[in-house]
């Protein structure tokens, strides 16, 4: 029986293709204030800043590419069975090949319902103000905003539990309920973190590879399947 390997990514692997990361030093996502554009009140407020904010995400995406860390996570499903629990609403994961993919702050390519969150649809195009579903409810980026529920943190929480070994890429793993994944994964593990500058510390079980993604991952791939 393969092991399973769960991989907990988030924006440091798609930054080298060309997606900024979340928030840069002053605390602005590319030069908003974070709670105007990524919280259900800036979206009462102010529905076309927010919709065109995420409009203009949605246009970049389609121009970029995954990078060989993508890749390299796909590569090891042909070792290994692969969980991955992304914090990254891109769709660079799937576009490299990996099959299991939960996304817990939701999905750039997709707009929901603002009356059932049940309701979401594929959506590549714009959401414009009118965009409405079957019931006549406006739709909306298909995030998780601050201050909302994360409602696939519960089956993270229960995949974290089964895995056999842990990759943390891309992810300082300081946002909750995210970091809190780390809780659920069997005591006895080897947890690999990838991280240009790591800020957790090497010990019996965690190892350490201080390299950005691309370089990381083709360093442990190489652990893993040698």
């Not at 991989?7 to 979340?22: V, W, Y």
């Not at 099959?99 to 195009?125: M, P, V, Y």
Request: proline share 4%.
């Amino acid at each position: 029986m393969k092991k399973h390997i769960v991989a907990l990514t988030g924006a440091g692997i798609s930054a080298e293709s060309g997606i900024k990361t979340f928030r840069d030093a002053n605390g602005l996502w590319e030069g908003h204030n974070v709670m105007d554009v990524a919280t259900p009140e800036g979206f009462a407020k102010n529905p076309e800043l927010v919709l065109e904010f995420y409009n203009q995400r949605r246009q970049q995406l389609q121009e970029v590419t995954p990078n060989a860390a993508h890749y390299k996570l796909a590569a090891l499903e042909a070792h290994f069975n692969v969980s991955i629990i992304t914090q990254n609403v891109d769709d660079l994961h799937e576009r490299a090949g990996s099959s299991s993919i939960i996304h817990l702050h939701g999905e750039l390519l997709k707009a929901r319902s603002t009356g059932n969150a049940q309701d979401i649809k594929l959506w590549k195009k714009d959401i414009q103000l009118g965009d409405v579903c079957s019931k006549g409810y406006q739709m909306r980026p298909h995030i998780v905003w601050f201050g909302e529920d994360v409602p696939m943190i519960d089956k993270a929480m229960t995949i974290c539990a089964t895995a056999d070994v842990l990759i943390i890429i891309g992810t300082s793993m300081q946002v909750y309920p995210a970091a809190g994944l780390l809780e659920y994964a069997p005591k006895n593990i080897p947890i690999y973190f990838i991280d240009p500058k790591p800020n957790l510390k090497a010990s019996n079980r965690l190892n350490i590879i201080a390299k950005n993604a691309t370089e990381g991952m083709a360093t442990l791939y190489n652990t893993l399947t040698n």
